[in-house]
Nanobody
Framework: QVQLVESGGGLVQPGGSLRLSCAASGIIASINAMGWYRQAPGKQRELVAGIRSGGDTNYADSVKGRFTISRDNAKNTVYLQMDSLKPEDTAVYYC?????????????????WGQGTQVTVSS
């Protein structure tokens, strides 16, 4: 069974920084795409940043130049460094990974989500 555990959220003042982490556990062969999404109250969940196994990254226009996604393949972990935070960045942040893992009788590739971590930007 694959699990994703997120950490690093919290309350920060505008202009501050936070670093989110998402660690995957289980019998894992490979992690392909890794990404961060967020959902603010009353809004749909949106992609914030993504990173592929080869290191290619993509970002939402609203966070370009402020957020940086990275991954540590040895630790099965994806990070989101968030700088110059704004009140509009307030949301629950979720990681999503596409993982090939051993599930009882075979290797399977599925999407997995973390439990979510609250990020609040307020003075």
């Amino acid at each position: 069974q694959v699990q994703l555990v997120e950490s690093g959220g919290g309350l920060v003042q505008p202009g501050g920084s936070l670093r989110l982490s998402c660690a995957a556990s289980g019998i894992i062969a490979s992690i392909n795409a890794m990404g961060w999404y967020r959902q603010a109250p009353g809004k749909q969940r949106e992609l914030v940043a993504g990173i592929r196994s080869g290191g290619d990254t993509n970002y939402a226009d609203s966070v370009k130049g402020r957020f940086t996604i990275s991954r540590d393949n040895a630790k099965n972990t994806v990070y989101l460094q968030m700088d110059s935070l704004k009140p509009e960045d307030t949301a629950v942040y979720y990681c999503k990974n596409t993982i090939t893992s051993w599930l009882a009788t075979s290797w399977r590739t599925n999407d997995y989500w973390g439990q979510g971590t609250q990020v609040t930007v307020s003075s």
